[in-house]
């Protein structure tokens, strides 16, 4: 049993809150300076989302495809770059049917600035695109509709250009 004088309780007392107020002080300062993070509205998390895939720029071979069990079993496909390295591609946002299509084997090209992947393997040769379906609410965004009239512009440009 330990036997601790009145002074010793009161010196550890201050020691516990001195340690509960700096906690609290990071915490706060964690927060603040990480609060777009914290809080980003269902909008805010979409355009970065979108942000972030559209600068992204890969030309490889599918190495790999696999969900991963350590990293809440995304879907995860690897792929080896023309370039040397490799680059690993999370199609979550998609719907299981763009997973499912890419094989180890096919050939995917992303250009940066550009949401469409050109997919190529033997007797196929088509185009992907990013719609991040698996998105919550990705409908009510902003960005998706804009992303969908820009869509529509390019297939009647086309059709246009066709003629």
């Not at 809080?39 to 559209?54: A, I, R």
Request: charged fraction near 35%.
């Amino acid at each position: 049993m330990i036997f601790c004088l009145p002074m010793e309780i009161d010196t550890m007392r201050k020691i516990i809150i001195i340690l509960f107020c700096l906690s609290l002080v990071t915490v706060l300062v964690l927060v603040s300076v990480n609060q777009d993070k914290f809080f980003q509205t269902d909008e805010e998390y979409f355009t970065s989302l979108v942000e972030e895939y559209k600068t992204k720029e890969f030309d490889g071979i599918v190495s790999q495809k696999f969900k991963d069990e350590n990293d809440h079993n995304f879907q995860k496909i690897v792929l080896d770059l023309k370039n040397g390295g490799s680059k690993t591609i999370i199609t979550n946002f998609e719907k299981e049917e763009f997973y499912n299509f890419i094989k180890v084997g096919d050939s995917l090209t992303k250009k940066r600035y550009s949401l469409e992947v050109a997919l190529r393997r033997p007797g196929v040769d088509t185009t992907l695109s990013f719609k991040f379906e698996n998105v919550k609410d990705f409908k009510k965004s902003k960005v998706f509709n804009s992303l969908e009239k820009e869509a529509r512009n390019i297939t009647l440009d086309e059709l246009e250009d066709d003629n």
